[in-house]
């Protein structure tokens, strides 16, 4: 079965630094992977997504990905942070051969303080 | 072009009543799933629907949860006889209709059940 851990419930990042929200997974054969963000009481927007080909991903909003096969993460990135970053970022994997059904991570809630 | 929609946003039922929500996917989108999302937690899926076809109910609960898309209309989730347990945030996605694993999910706003 496969499964996702987010290892930090919270992030606390200074406006204008970097911040990374790391995800490592586990599943059998090639991954999709997938990060969301939630702001509060609202649902989930797609922020970027890892199918094939480049390690490196680009998203939404300033925020890039990297998958490490040899390491099996798939930590989320953001040069510079800004306070409207501040929300639960999801990470989510798919297996290529086993359906459509996301695994969600427990979640990392970020906090950019000014 | 408008994305998922759900309602009703809020719900509140009492133990024994029976819940509905609704969703309606992404237009020309066919594919739907339920996602529940209890406080502090993430999201567990539950079911994967397309038109008329139930095709993966491995997270839903054996009693009182069901699931259906019509031909015509939206998605319901139906909890009979709620119970407090039941109170969570439930998401609705959509994708497009090639059912590919590759297919982004597009979620909607979700339904706040809340059961007293």
């Known amino acids: 079965a496969q499964s996702v851990a987010q290892p930090e419930d919270q992030v606390n990042v200074a406006e204008g630094n970097p911040l990374t929200v790391k995800c490592t997974y586990s599943v059998s054969g090639n991954p999709y992977l997938f990060w969301y963000v939630q702001y509060p009481n609202r649902g989930l927007q797609f922020l970027l997504k890892y199918i094939t080909g480049d390690n490196l991903v680009k998203g939404s909003y300033g925020f890039e990905a990297e998958f490490n096969k040899s390491q099996t993460s798939f930590h989320l990135k953001k040069p510079s942070a800004l306070v409207s970053d501040s929300a639960l970022y999801f990470c989510?994997?798919?297996?290529?051969?086993?359906?459509?059904?996301?695994?969600f991570g427990g979640g990392t809630r970020v906090l950019v303080k000014p | 072009n408008a994305g998922v929609m759900q309602n009703p946003r809020h719900l509140v039922r009492r133990r024994g009543q029976e819940a509905r929500l609704r969703c309606s996917p992404m237009k020309g989108h066919s594919h739907v799933y339920w996602y529940r999302q209890l406080p502090e937690e993430g999201l567990k899926f539950m079911v994967y629907l397309q038109k008329e076809n139930i095709i993966d109910e491995s997270g839903m609960p054996k009693e009182r949860f069901s699931a259906e898309f019509p031909k015509e209309g939206p998605s319901i989730l139906r909890i009979q006889q709620v119970v407090r347990g039941d109170s969570a945030a439930y998401f609705c996605?959509?994708?497009?209709?090639?059912?590919?694993?590759?297919?982004?999910?597009?979620f909607g706003p979700g339904t706040r059940l809340t059961v007293l």
């Open positions: 989510a994997v798919r297996p290529t051969a086993a359906g459509n059904k996301l695994t």
């Open positions: 996605a959509s994708s497009p209709g090639t059912g590919l694993s590759t297919d982004t999910q597009y």
